[in-house]
């Protein structure tokens, strides 16, 4: 499979080094961003661990996926989830997909979230919610096709995604 210079992420572009695993029909990438002000969701050198695994094709809502997308999306899932999960010494994991504006969705592109947990990481567990709805915000407001991320530069993001991709080798 060729290597792509970039993936589409709704109307973005997201450099290859972001994403860290591939199938011919998906991709998982690590994220410019970290969870806000929750403090206690610190995994690994206090960086909020939330990675995103995505269609190849550019596809704005769940049930537009074809049968052969949609199984290999959830696989994908799957298996990100399972070495992050391990990787990070969680306990559990959360994946969830905002589905329509009115959804939470704020990218017009397909998405499953998937966030290793550990036991006390959010006060109330379902707070990992308004977390993500509001780091999806942020990531639209911050995703710019001619500006640099702001967050993380490239190279921080480069470097987690090689540490990921060590765990599909």
């Known amino acids: 499979m060729a290597v792509e210079s970039y993936y589409t992420f709704g109307p973005y572009k997201i450099d290859n080094k972001e994403v860290f695993y591939t199938t011919h029909l998906s991709y998982a990438m690590v994220i410019s961003f970290y969870f806000g002000d929750y403090r206690n969701f610190v995994i690994l050198d206090y960086i909020y661990v939330h990675v995103l695994v995505c269609p190849r094709r550019e596809v704005k809502r769940f049930v537009d996926l074809t049968a052969d997308e949609t199984t290999d999306l959830w696989i994908t899932a799957q298996k990100v989830g399972g070495q992050l999960e391990s990787y ?3 306990s559990s994991l959360t994946f969830t997909i905002q589905d329509g504006p009115q959804g939470g969705q704020t990218v017009p592109h397909v998405h499953i979230h998937i966030v290793p947990r550990k036991a006390g990481d959010f ?42 991709r060590k765990l599909f080798v």
Do not use: P
């Not at 990992?128 to 990531?139: F, H």
């Not at 640099?148 to 995604?161: G, K, L, P, V």
């Open 88 to 90: 990070h010494k969680a």
């Open 123 to 164: 006060e109330k567990n379902d707070d990992i919610y308004d977390a993500i709805d509001n780091n999806d915000k942020e990531l639209k407001q911050k995703l710019d096709l001619d500006e640099e991320r702001t967050d993380r530069s490239i190279e921080e993001m480069a470097q987690e995604a090689e540490e990921y």
